[in-house]
């Protein structure tokens, strides 16, 4: 029987069937990559943004199509620092490769008017004098200065925008003659703000401070926020009094905690002295026994009055370590029912979800902004009930990492929360950003769950 082949088959030789094979290997592998770039530089696109929205350069583009891990940034920013963070940025972002900085820097128009050459006055037929243009004077820029100085690592670190150079220099020797030469760290930037009034005062913060453990302030939307831990309610009023001297009617906010008091020893009953066999007889005081003991026969020792009850053990300074500074908790707040009705939707609403932030970091996640938005809209839905009151913004963390940076890690964290409602359109005014630090558990810190319950924002509704 004679041999039949395909017609397909048998139209090509062996060889051409190899080179088929080989040359659809590369063009699949083509298609799989193609199919998977697109999420991937999406991905890394948004994720780019958000770090430069968070640092309000919001003018700045990211460019990733058909550029795999290389990101192109474009745009308009006021300074060269502004362009330079912008690049650090988003080559800090996990995932970006290159960064392709386009960016252009862009002069203010109130800066190119101020710069530009006097008009000439123009000689007309008339012998009167041509009138002389008066140039337009620069505009004001409208933005607020941003500056933090805080605690980090045992120093402390200047942080935000100020309008020139001069301005930085002058927060930096006064921040130098609070602290110390060597213990400030500079990361200050200029900025298109406007002048700091206040920066004047900044020096005469020293004596104000002194008293403050791990002090530190920051200026933003015209307040002045005090943080760090006082020996007292007496030297936490002491310190706002003088620094709300200084800074005259500018707003001060109370971020201080109070050190917990320490302990009092009470001494052990086995502390107390065996009586030597020369010693004096010894009568138990009436106001430890029923009766009068008989008295002792000499070189005998008088017998230990009788124990009513076993004595509670004491803790000791030198067997626990001394509670975390927390801040301090508000007075109850009697809530009407329509107060209640908010409070508990803010309750529902966060049950079970958590804001979620870059690790180490007050850079609030992508994934986090539509819970967000949800508190947004109740308290905004409760703006006429909330009247008088304040949303309290707590900020909390696990007991992972040194005490002090955890308790400023919260404040930036509750602080960004803050910005961001303000931004929905709430009033900042009314809402209040604390940093709890590890000082607020809901669960135990020694599982990795415990520990994830205990990074949380919280939503509070408090008195004014």
């Known amino acids: 029987m004679s041999e ?61 199509d058909h550029r795999g891990r290389d990101a192109q940034l474009t745009g308009k920013v006021a300074s060269d620092a502004e362009r330079e963070q912008a690049a650090k940025l988003v080559q800090d972002t996990q995932g970006i490769r290159v960064v392709d900085n386009a960016i252009e820097v862009v002069t203010p128009v109130a800066a190119a008017i101020a710069t530009a050459p006097a008009v000439e006055a123009v000689p007309v037929a008339a012998p009167a004098p041509a009138p002389e243009v008066t140039p337009t004077p620069p505009a004001t820029p409208t933005t607020e200065p941003n500056f933090a100085l805080l605690p980090q690592d045992g120093k402390w670190v200047l942080q935000g925008s100020l309008s020139s150079q001069a301005e930085i220099d002058q927060a930096l020797a006064a921040a130098e003659g609070m602290y110390g030469a060597g213990n400030v760290v500079n990361q200050l930037t200029v900025g298109s703000v406007a002048p700091a009034t206040w920066l004047g005062s900044l020096g005469g913060l ?32 002491a310190a706002l009094e003088k620094v709300q001297q200084l800074l005259g009617n500018a707003k001060v906010e109370d971020q201080l905690t109070v050190k917990a008091p320490e302990i009092a020893v009470a001494p052990a009953p086995e502390a107390t002295q065996a009586v030597p066999a020369t010693a004096e007889p010894v009568q ?33 300074a030198a067997t626990e370590p001394a509670p975390v500074p927390a801040a301090p908790e508000p007075a109850p707040v009697l809530l009407t029912t329509e107060q209640q009705s908010c409070q508990d939707q803010f309750n529902t609403t966060m049950n079970g979800q958590q804001i979620l932030f870059e690790t180490n970091k007050a850079i609030i996640k992508r994934d986090s902004l539509k819970l967000l938005d949800g508190i947004a809209k109740i308290a905004t839905d409760c703006k006429s009930a909330l009247d008088g009151k304040l949303l309290r913004v707590g900020g909390h963390t696990d007991n992972v990492g040194e005490d002090v940076y955890n308790q400023n890690l919260s404040q930036q964290r509750a602080d960004a929360v803050k910005d961001y409602l303000g931004k929905q359109g709430l009033d900042s005014g009314s809402i209040q950003g604390v940093g709890y630090g590890e000082a607020q558990p809901i669960a135990s810190n020694d599982t990795e769950a415990g520990r994830a319950q205990n990074r949380r924002i919280s939503f509070d509704i408090i008195q004014k």
């Open 4 to 64: 039949k082949r395909s017609c397909c088959c048998g139209a090509l030789p062996k060889l051409w069937w190899w080179l088929l094979t080989l040359l659809g290997l590369p063009l699949l592998f083509w298609l799989m990559v193609s199919s998977r770039q697109n999420p991937v530089e999406t991905d890394l696109a948004t994720r780019a943004t958000d770090g430069l929205k968070a640092a309000s350069l919001n003018d700045v583009q990211v460019n990733l």
């Open 284 to 316: 138990p005081a009436a106001a430890t026994t029923p009766e009068p003991a008989a008295p002792v026969a000499m070189a005998e020792v008088a017998p230990p009055a009788p124990a009513t009850e076993p004595a509670q053990p004491v803790p000791t």
């Open 206 to 237: 020293k004596e104000a401070l002194a008293g403050i453990e791990q002090s530190g302030l920051k200026f933003a939307n015209g307040a002045c926020a005090l943080m760090g831990v006082a020996s007292s309610d007496q030297a936490k009023a």
